[in-house]
């Protein structure tokens, strides 16, 4: 008899089904798997399951009833959405009625790891009662012992505690998202839905509709009506990430609404209640936008009631230990042991630069364990591993060049080097496929 806790994956695609199962009985899960509503609905009832990933669109039983249907069975259950690009209002839809989280389907946007990083947030390590010492190691996926970051809990319990509006500022790869995740999961709201808003990807023409919605007729195809993210979080936690690349206009009507606590939808006559808490954040400095007249000072200011500064990793360098232990146990092989650093071989890696921060950082060791899944990983292998790392698109930087323009440098070369194959790039490179379409967007490079 297993005392794993019990998993339910509901989804039509088997390829899609049986990938997450895999993946969820490697992290410690018992897992159950469903090819329709129907199907799930009836294995919940014979099983005592703790936790579901589920599909919103399959035949016959949708997800959104499926999840009604176990949340009456058993409503401590926890429960992870699939949906589709397009589907964003339904996925907000899932969350007021229980669901914790939400994975977009469409190919870049969902991968294993996004799902087991997501599990992660959800449920914790299903193994957990046996690796309690973690615990005084990691806050919400926030690692770190080091008196920067006991000052960034410190302040993400202060703001939980209120209904201030924040911003987070830090640079690329520190983990301002899970700063503002760790806000929600520890304030009155974290029973409620969690929507992150990615501002560096909407498109100029459609963002103002994205945050506020439209009525039907607004303008050229707005064939019905559409509710802005801002409303559909209802009681819940929105994050509007790189917020200064929201465009000039668009800032105005956010003020308003951060003012009034009202949204008016594009074409509408009628304001409407918004509820959601905003918190935002920025990995440039927003007052130089400012004052280059790129971001409106009221509007800083509006958001600046609390400010919270996440700390690169140059200024926490006693977390390194922590880290790359936090990622071998989460990037590891399930099959092989876990893989050890030297202490010299630590030493190494303060001393390199990492632009990207602990995200970098995170690439490197997934890297590392690739490549040698098992045994002791010495100070000269990882000088080799890492000299192999910064070959593929990680210069050390220059004195010269700002952390942006490092970035863009390497995206550059990685690219240039892969002969414009993107996903080969973003291999190299040692991001999520979608994150480098982000970044290309982002710095303007002709890829």
């Not at 589907?87 to 914790?100: I, P």
């Not at 801002?230 to 009681?235: D, M, P, R, V």
């Not at 997934?366 to 490549?371: F, Q």
Request: with cysteine; net charge neutral; aromatic share 6%.
């Amino acid at each position: 008899m297993t005392d794993r806790p019990k998993v339910l994956v509901a989804d039509d695609e088997p390829t899609i089904r049986q990938a997450c199962a895999r993946t969820l009985e490697k992290m410690g899960f018992e897992a159950y798997t469903a090819a329709t509503g129907t199907e799930a609905v009836e294995i919940a009832r014979k099983n005592d399951i703790s936790f579901v990933l589920l599909d919103i669109k399959m035949p016959g039983m949708d997800g959104l009833t499926v999840l009604a249907e176990l949340k009456k069975l058993k409503p401590e259950t926890r429960a992870i959405i699939i949906t589709g690009a397009g589907s964003m209002e339904s996925a907000v839809v899932a969350m007021r009625l229980g669901a914790s989280d939400y994975l977009m389907k469409e190919y870049p946007q969902f991968s294993l790891k996004e799902l087991r990083e997501a599990v992660l947030r959800v449920f914790g390590n299903p193994l957990a009662h046996v690796e309690s010492a973690r615990e005084e190691e990691e806050f919400f996926g926030l690692v770190g012992r080091t008196p920067a970051m006991l000052e960034l809990r410190r302040s993400i319990e202060l703001v939980a505690l209120s209904d201030v509006t924040a911003l987070i500022v830090g640079e690329t790869g520190t983990g301002k998202e899970l700063v503002a995740r760790a806000i929600h999961r520890l304030s009155s709201r974290a029973d409620k839905p969690f929507v992150a808003i990615d501002c560096s990807i909407i498109g100029e023409r459609i963002a103002e509709s994205e945050l506020f919605g439209h009525k039907k007729g607004a303008f050229t195809d707005a064939h019905s009506d559409r509710i802005g993210l801002l409303q559909a979080a209802g009681k819940g936690t929105v994050f509007l990430d790189e917020i200064t690349n929201i465009p000039i206009e668009v800032q105005a009507k956010l003020l308003r609404a951060l003012q009034e606590k009202e949204i008016r939808p594009i074409g509408s006559e009628q304001t409407q209640r918004m509820e959601a808490r905003v918190l935002a954040a920025s990995n440039t400095d927003v007052l130089e936008a400012v004052k280059l007249g790129r971001f409106r000072h009221d509007l800083f200011y509006r958001l600046h009631v609390f400010p919270i500064n996440v700390p690169p990793l140059r200024d926490r360098k006693d977390d390194f230990p922590l880290l790359v232990r936090h990622f071998v146990r989460k990037h590891g092989r399930p099959d092989f042991a876990p893989v050890q650093f030297e202490d010299s071989a630590i030493e190494f890696l303060k001393s390199y630069g990492w632009p990207g921060n602990v995200r970098e950082l995170e690439s490197f060791v997934r890297l590392a364990i690739t490549v040698s899944p098992a045994g002791t990983l010495s100070r000269d292998r990882v000088e080799e591993l890492l000299s192999e790392f910064g070959r593929f698109g990680r210069p050390e930087p220059s004195a010269t060049l700002s952390l942006e323009e490092t970035e863009r440098e390497a995206i550059v070369a990685a690219l240039s080097q892969a002969g414009g194959d993107k996903r080969k790039a973003a291999k190299a490179l040692g991001l999520a496929l979608s994150t480098l379409y982000r970044k290309i967007k982002k710095f303007r490079i002709d890829a």
